[in-house]
């Protein structure tokens, strides 16, 4: 395990490194970070990336706001919607109970409407030759 090290092989190896070319994303990445997009002469580059920043900051805010609003909309709907269940479960049991055959015979009481005490009789008609035409 040799420890010393050749450093002339070392400076030839930084010679031959040439400083790579940043791309145009990182470039600008950076001059937001170190502040140098806010000199006179990046203003103008710069305005239409701080133009599409601001135009998606509103999109953001707009989304945020119609979320929202939408999350309300469905809680006041489900409200409604349990209320309405409320309702027809118990306007069900009322028309359950005035329908039964007692209560019925209560109702029409008044009417001079009496509740049969027999049952009903099946009438059967039985067809004679005089009644039936023939061809």
Known sequence: MNKV??????????ANKAPRK????????LSV???????AAGKRSN???GLFIAL???????????????IRE????????KDYRDEYISLKSELMFRSNQSQVAVQV???G???AKEPPHKLIIEQTDSTQTND
């Open 5 to 14: 090290r050749n450093t002339s092989n070392d400076e030839g190896r930084k």
């Open 22 to 29: 940043q791309s145009a994303f990182v470039a600008m990445l």
């Open 33 to 39: 970070i170190d502040g140098s997009f806010l000199n």
């Open 47 to 49: 305005l239409p990336f």
């Open 56 to 70: 998606i900051i509103g999109f953001y805010i707009a989304n945020t706001y119609n979320a929202e609003r939408t």
């Open 74 to 81: 469905t809680d006041r709907i489900g409200i409604q919607l």
């Open 109 to 111: 009481a008044p009417l």
């Open 113 to 115: 409407l009496l509740e």
